[in-house]
């Protein structure tokens, strides 16, 4: 762990830069008509929205590499850097930029439903990777989007092969229960072998050991990842370390607008606070207000900084 002011202190994020479409509805959604709906296009993808996260908690230098298409490349890194994170994107020749379109249902605790097409962000290969990245970096982290097709999963063992070669801490976000189930379980654990810290959602830690209770399921993949963090949304985050259970972090209240993104706010604030010298816990616990701010507005990414959400934040 580095702590403030004592060697690297940079966090590169690999993942999945997208953007998104929220359609926010309140009424059900009824075939063959229309439904009124609050429609915006915003930027997003679980690895950008985790390193802007991160950059917002305060981590100082954050960058990401992610693949975008042309279509759309300028406006997502002029939005990456305009959040603090130093975006290394590279251009697909072919592929258009993935879009997911986010459909949430404000009259259901806004549960959110995801249409993907993730066009060039999984299209990363280990031709847009280096270890030079790691230079100047305490902490690498993979979204898990990248183990969903052979090129990410390919540029994912290089980079997870060259931050062991280093001694830099990786951790890695599951990403999605839907794609976790048509994929092959065991092969995900085995490509992410080696990972100091696993982050799934409550869905995907049940998927990844087929057990129905939460904390049973942090237990075991924690005799597998030395640290398990599993978030379960209103009822908060369970962390495991070592085969053993060590608590609960409370979920922080907050008035519910739109859940997208919520997770990847707690993935980026744990991994700033991690990198600030928190311990795990207490790293949790940031993760938790993290997600309630993020719960509380339209989106995967920060809102512009103000007064109310910087005291929230601590």
């Known amino acids: 762990m580095t702590e403030r002011g004592a060697g690297p202190r940079g966090l590169l994020v690999v993942g999945d830069v997208v953007t998104d479409i929220v359609a926010r509805h309140r009424t059900a959604l009824v075939p063959g008509t229309d439904t009124a709906a609050a429609i915006r296009t915003v930027p997003g993808g679980a690895g950008a929205n985790v390193a802007c996260w991160a950059a917002r908690w305060g981590c100082p230098d954050v960058r990401l590499l992610g693949r975008v298409g042309a279509d759309a490349a300028a406006w997502h890194e002029e939005a990456l850097t305009r959040a603090g994170v130093r975006p290394r994107l590279v251009v697909d020749p072919s592929a258009p930029t993935g879009t997911v379109i986010c459909l949430v249902d404000g009259a259901a605790a806004a549960e959110r439903t995801f249409l993907t097409d993730n066009g060039a962000s999984l299209r990363l290969s280990p031709v847009d990777w280096s270890p030079d990245l790691l230079d100047g970096v305490a902490r690498l982290h993979l979204s898990g989007y990248l183990f969903f097709a052979e090129p990410g999963r390919a540029t994912a063992r290089a980079a997870l092969a060259a931050a062991r070669a280093r001694g830099v801490p990786v951790s890695v976000d599951p990403a999605s229960a839907g794609f976790l ?125 103000d007064e109310e959400s910087a005291a929230l934040r601590g």
């Open 181 to 305: 189930a048509e994929a092959d379980v065991e092969r995900f654990l085995s490509a992410v072998d080696g990972a100091e810290t696993l982050l799934p959602s409550r869905g995907e830690a049940e998927l990844l050991t087929g057990l129905p209770d939460p904390a049973d399921a942090a237990v075991k993949l924690s005799r597998r990842f030395p640290a398990v963090v599993v978030t379960s949304g209103a009822e908060g985050a369970l962390v495991a370390r070592d085969g053993e259970l060590l608590g609960r972090a409370a979920a922080v209240p907050a008035r519910v607008r739109d859940s997208t993104g919520a997770g990847d706010a707690f993935t980026g604030a744990f991994l700033a606070a991690r990198l600030g010298g928190a311990e795990l816990r207490e790293a949790v616990a940031e993760g938790c207000h993290a997600g309630a701010l993020a719960v509380e507005q339209v989106g995967g990414r920060p809102p512009e900084e």
